[in-house]
Every structure is written in C-alpha cells, then in structure tokens.
T-cell receptor, first 113, second 112 residues
C-alpha cells in the first residue's frame, strides 16, 4: 500500500488569500487525484493530476481556482485560490495502487474566515 | 445528479450483530465498486471491492454483495465491533483504476 503525506493537516485562512496543499507519496504513481469533502457531504473529485501534463478538472472546478502542479511521480500540490468561506472543506489527495483501490492522505482541513 | 446514493445517513447496531449498509447507483457504465471507512480527522481507508463480474466478495468480517440488475450493492459486517464505528462510503468507477464517484456516506455506531 502507498503511504501518503499531506501538509498542512489543517489551516485557518483569511478570505481572499490562497493556500497550497502538498501531497507526497512514498512510491512513484502515474495518477494522483484531488478530492474535496465539504461539511456533511461526500467526497467530490476536483481533478486528476498526471505527471508531465496538465491536470484534468471535473465539472464545476476550474484551473484558475484550483491550480495543480505535478512536478514528478511522487509529489503534487493543490492551491485553493482567492478563498471564500464556501471553500471551507477537507481536501484529500489520493493515488491508485496496482491493485486498483485508491489510497488517501489524511486530508487538509481548511477553514476560511 | 447523484450517481451513487447511500440512502441511510446513519445506522446503529449492537456489538456482535450484523451491520448492513446499502448503496444504489444509476450509471450503468460503473463496473467496479469499493467500500471505504473513514474516521474523523483521517483519510478514507479501503475496505473491500467487487467487480461487476462477481456478485459477492468476502474478506474476513466484511462481505460485499452486488446486484447488477438492481444497480444495488451492500456491505455486511459480521460481527460488528465498537471499532467499526465510523462513516462508510461506497464508491464506483467505470473500470478498475479509474476515478471514483462516492456516495454520501453512512455513519455507523456500534454499541457495546
């Protein structure tokens, strides 16, 4: 199984600012995924990040708001830009194992005030 | 449009009894299904999966049943233990290894 480390684990941010979340995996993986879990809601996929190409965003999510970097096969960042209170959520990165089940980091709990 | 639904937001069960969690899906292109458990302040943890060519998969205390014609799957936990208290999510994908679509989750409380 993959070990995924996310930083920060939590943050409280002022509206209008940006936060970059880091995701480090202990092995090389082709695809990394970023999810959001809003309070009391399920997990929603934001985008798929492939190394060497632009991220693929799901409906309702745009690159200007959630820019993603994927500089190598073990690391990715998600930035939440120009934050508003509606962005308060848990953000999770995820990778696929060779056995096809997804592994998740512990999440970043973001509160925007 | 919610493609994966868990209609029971919560479930309470006595320790030692069976927990049955249900999940329905609408997209007939889904052919791989997974269950995850999530504790507060942690990421989801994979429990068990099933592909559409099977109707049952078992792993220890956990069994997943798939009824493809009804677009329904269920997770059975037998016997339930207090450590099983968590939120359980079902998820589906169009192929193994593809992106996942999650249900809304069911909060399970196992009472000692």
């Amino acid at each position: 199984s993959a070990v995924i480390s996310q930083k920060p684990s939590r943050d409280i941010c002022q509206r209008g600012t940006s936060l970059t979340i880091q995701c480090q995996v202990d092995s090389q993986v082709t695809m990394m995924f970023w999810y959001r879990q809003q309070p009391g809601q399920s997990l929603t996929l934001i985008a798929t990040a492939n190394q060497g190409s632009e991220a693929t965003y799901e409906s309702g999510f745009v690159i200007d708001k959630f820019p993603i970097s994927r500089p190598n096969l073990t690391f990715s960042t998600l930035t939440v830009s120009n934050m508003s209170p509606e962005d308060s959520s848990i953000y999770l990165c995820s990778v696929m194992s060779r056995r096809t089940e997804a592994f998740f980091g512990q999440g970043t709990r973001l509160t925007v005030v | 449009d919610q493609q994966v639904k868990q209609n029971s937001p919560s479930l309470s069960v006595q320790e030692g009894r069976i927990s049955i969690l249900n999940c329905d899906y609408t997209n007939s292109m889904f052919d791989y299904f997974l269950w995850y458990k999530k504790y507060p302040a942690e990421g989801p943890t994979f429990l068990i999966s099933i592909s559409s060519i099977k109707d049952k998969n078992e792993d220890g205390r956990f069994t997943v049943f798939l009824n493809k014609s009804a677009k329904h799957l269920s997770l059975h936990i037998v016997p339930s233990q207090p450590g099983d208290s968590a939120v359980y999510f079902c998820a589906a994908s169009k192929a193994a290894g593809n992106k996942l679509t999650f249900g809304g989750g069911t909060r399970v409380l196992v009472k000692p």
